[in-house]
């Protein structure tokens, strides 16, 4: 059984965490943590371009010159794809690029990214994270004392939403707070640090118990 190092909020350890990757997933599956990323990521598209076709360019539909007798290659309007300030041949036009894989796959997808963490050394668990006030002082030290400061990303995971928490993080630059609850594989994998609360990772290790007893 592998042992995670626990510590306080002044980077001493004070005690240690059962858990192995194979915990949370029998195997780490590089080609669903892929889709699910993609996924996710097509997601956030707004998809709110658009570009105007010939039709919608404002100009005159008058033949630009005649026929023939020119020397010049035969023309229409103003309006056509191949002159400049034409409208577009295949416009752009408002889409929706969301789409969502199985409840389940996407499940996995979150507990295998958990699980990269830890067989990495990615992963800091610390016993207790509750701030009594808002304090961004307070809790960028507790990051140096684990050290998960400096040029690394971190994701702070707690148990629950904790407003405090959050706060205090969210003006550190390249640090974010998100409840288990609100984790997926490509909020687990973006950061280069997981920073977890020993709750929060008991919770990690429940749920993945209870997804295999299903």
Known sequence: MAQLAVYDRKGAQVGTFDLEPTDLAPRINKQLLHDAVVMYEAN?????????????????TKKMYRQKGTGNARAGSRRSGL??????????????????LPRKSLQLATRMAVAAKIRDNQIVV?????????????????????????DKTVLVATAKHDENVYKSARNIAGVTVSPVSDLNALVVLKPRRLLVTKAALEHIKQQAKKSKDE
């Open 44 to 60: 956030l598209r707004q998809g709110t371009f658009k570009t105007k076709t010939r039709a919608e360019v404002a100009a005159s």
């Open 83 to 100: 002159r400049r300030g034409g409208g577009h041949i295949f416009a752009k036009r408002p889409r929706d690029f969301g789409y969502r």
């Open 126 to 150: 610390i016993d207790d994270l509750a701030l009594s006030a808002i304090k961004t002082r307070e809790m960028a030290a507790i990051l140096k004392a684990v050290k998960c400061d400096g």
